[in-house]
């Protein structure tokens, strides 16, 4: 059964830090690029920050560039995303995603969310 549980969020003031964390489980994690995306409220869902299977490559939104920083480790089959320098524009629930395109079909797996909600 493949499970992706996302854990960290919480609320913190402007200006803070929060981790994020996404334990995989139920597929071989290390074969999958791995991925933040966010929601706020009446908005679509964004991505945030990706991360290639081996860890060698990283993308970032422009708006999240030089604050959030994405890593994993293979061994512990868990991402994580380093979040600094918070805004209130970056309150919204965060979804981990792993994807794999195998044999021409993407394959994807979502979280179930966490809640981030930056305010003083």
Request: charged share 20%.
């Amino acid at each position: 059964q493949v499970q992706l549980v996302e854990s960290g969020g919480g609320l913190v003031q402007p200006g803070g830090s929060l981790r994020l964390s996404c334990a995989a489980s139920g597929f071989t994690f290390s074969t999958y690029a791995m991925s933040w995306y966010r929601q706020a409220p009446g908005k679509e869902r964004e991505l945030v920050a990706r991360i290639a299977s081996t860890g060698t490559t990283t993308n970032y939104a422009d708006s999240v560039k030089g604050r959030f920083t994405i890593s994993r480790d293979n061994a512990k089959n868990t991402v994580y995303l380093q979040m600094n320098s918070l805004k209130p524009e970056d309150t919204a629930v965060y979804y981990c995603k792993a994807t794999k395109v195998d044999r021409g079909h993407s394959v994807a797996y979502w979280g179930q969310g966490t809640q981030v909600t930056v305010s003083s």
